[in-house]
């Protein structure tokens, strides 16, 4: 894994978007059971048509950084609550509800969507929500058959309101 800066990112990023590759990325926390480096933040860039795996460690979260990429991949609306929708019953109401018991009891907790052919997924083929309380041995997940857009992005949503005191998902 090739160790890169934030501006290197933002422009292959830029690039993969702009050539159709299948990219994706992530934030591993200190504590993450995928980051193997333990004392800082991660953010894994992986463009899985040429098949190259990017990494940054830095002492804070990403969270700004994050919600840029993930514009960039899936499109300026994927922050914004959809007015409307009313959740349904799916494997992700277990991570939500999870997430909302990490929230009372005032636990740190991220997530991960691994896509089908991502290098953290031990279940190739399926996509893979994987959810993780700082402290908390026990890691939450669903998979799903298709890309679970709905779920992903209600808990991307909680996961910002949580990270960044600046975040507000405004509606559609
Ligand atoms: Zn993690
Ligand atoms: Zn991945």
């Known amino acids: 894994m090739q160790e890169i800066t934030i501006s290197q990112a933002r422009e292959k990023t830029r690039i993969w978007q702009e050539q159709g590759k299948a990219w994706h990325f992530h934030v591993l926390f200190p504590d993450c059971i995928f ?57 992700a109401n277990t991570l ?10 005032k636990v740190l907790w ?9 290098i953290f997924n031990d279940h190739p083929g399926k996509w893979n929500i994987v959810m993780e309380g700082s402290g908390e041995a026990r890691t939450f997940n669903a998979l799903y058959d298709e890309e679970p857009m709905d779920d992903f992005q209600e808990i991307e949503i909680e996961y910002f309101k949580e990270i960044d005191p600046t975040f507000n998902a405004e509606t559609q």
């Open 35 to 91: 980051n193997t480096q333990n004392k800082q933040y991660a953010m894994v860039l992986e463009d899985r048509t040429s098949i190259e795996t990017f990494v940054i460690y830095s002492d804070n979260g990403f969270a700004k950084i994050s919600q840029e990429f993930l514009k960039l991949h899936y499109g300026d609306d994927i922050l914004k609550t959809r007015a409307g929708v009313v959740s349904q019953e799916r494997p």
């Open 110 to 118: 991220h997530h991960h969507m691994l896509f089908p052919d991502c």
């Open 96 to 105: 939500l509800a999870q997430c909302e018991i990490f929230k009372q009891n």
